[in-house]
C-alpha cells in the first residue's frame, strides 16, 4: 500500500478529501505526514483535530533555503512516502525535494493547461486569464510537479464550460467543484 504526504499552506481540501478517503477505504493507501510553511493556517489545525501528523517548515524555521528544502526532503523521506500531493502550497518546492521524489509529486492547476499555467498564475489570477483569453472551456488539471511552474507533465484533465455570463468568481465555482474528485481519481491511479 502506498504512502501519501502533503505540502498545504492554507485551507488543504485536497489533503483532507485524500486523507478522508484513505480512512473510509475509498482510496487504497495510507496517510504519511502533512507539510505546511503556516502554522495558522486551517490544515494545520485540521490536522491536529484529526491525528494527522503535521510539521510546520517555513522560512521562520529554516532561514536558508537550502536547509528547509533538505528538511522538507527528510521528513517526507521519513514518513516513507511514496506520493506527494500539493493542496493549495504555495511555494515552489526545493532541488533537492524535487530530485528525491521525481514523478512522485502532484498538483492540481485551474485551468487546462499549458493554457494559463506560470509563475503568478494561481487562484482568480488564473480565472481571470482564461475570461481575459475568450477561451469556451477551462477546468482543471492535476500534472506531476517538477522545475518549472505548471510544466510537468499532465495525468488528467477535466472540462467545464465558459459561460458568456461568467465572472471570477461563477468560473472559479464550476472549476472547483470538479477539482476534489479529480484529484482524487489522479490519486487513486497512482496509488
Keep these: 500500500m502506498k504512502v501519501i504526504s502533503f505540502l498545504a499552506s492554507h485551507g488543504g481540501s485536497a489533503a483532507r478529501a485524500i486523507i478522508n478517503a484513505a480512512e473510509s477505504g475509498a482510496l487504497k ?63 515552489k518546492i526545493g532541488p533537492v525535494t524535487l530530485a528525491a521524489f521525481d514523478g512522485k509529486m502532484l498538483n492540481i492547476h485551474p485551468s487546462l493547461l499549458p493554457k494559463h499555467g506560470g509563475e503568478g498564475l494561481y487562484g482568480d489570477n488564473v480565472h481571470r486569464s482564461v475570461l481575459a483569453s475568450d477561451d469556451t472551456e477551462s ?36 472549476v472547483q467543484a470538479i477539482e476534489g474528485e479529480l484529484y482524487l481519481k489522479a490519486v487513486q491511479k497512482l496509488a
Design 29 to 91: 493507501a495510507s496517510i504519511g505526514i502533512v507539510i505546511t510553511n503556516n502554522r495558522d493556517s486551517a490544515i494545520y489545525a485540521w490536522c491536529v483535530e484529526n491525528n494527522v501528523t503535521v510539521h510546520y517548515v517555513s522560512g521562520n524555521t529554516h532561514a536558508d533555503e537550502a536547509i528547509k528544502d533538505q528538511a522538507i526532503k527528510d521528513l517526507l523521506e521519513q514518513a516513507g512516502s511514496d506520493l506527494i500531493v500539493l493542496s493549495g502550497y504555495m511555494k
Design 139 to 174: 477546468g482543471a488539471t492535476v500534472h506531476f510537479i517538477n522545475e518549472a511552474y505548471d510544466e510537468g507533465p499532465v495525468i488528467v484533465q477535466h472540462r467545464v464550460p465558459v459561460l458568456p455570463s461568467d465572472d471570477v468568481a461563477s468560473l472559479k465555482t464550476r
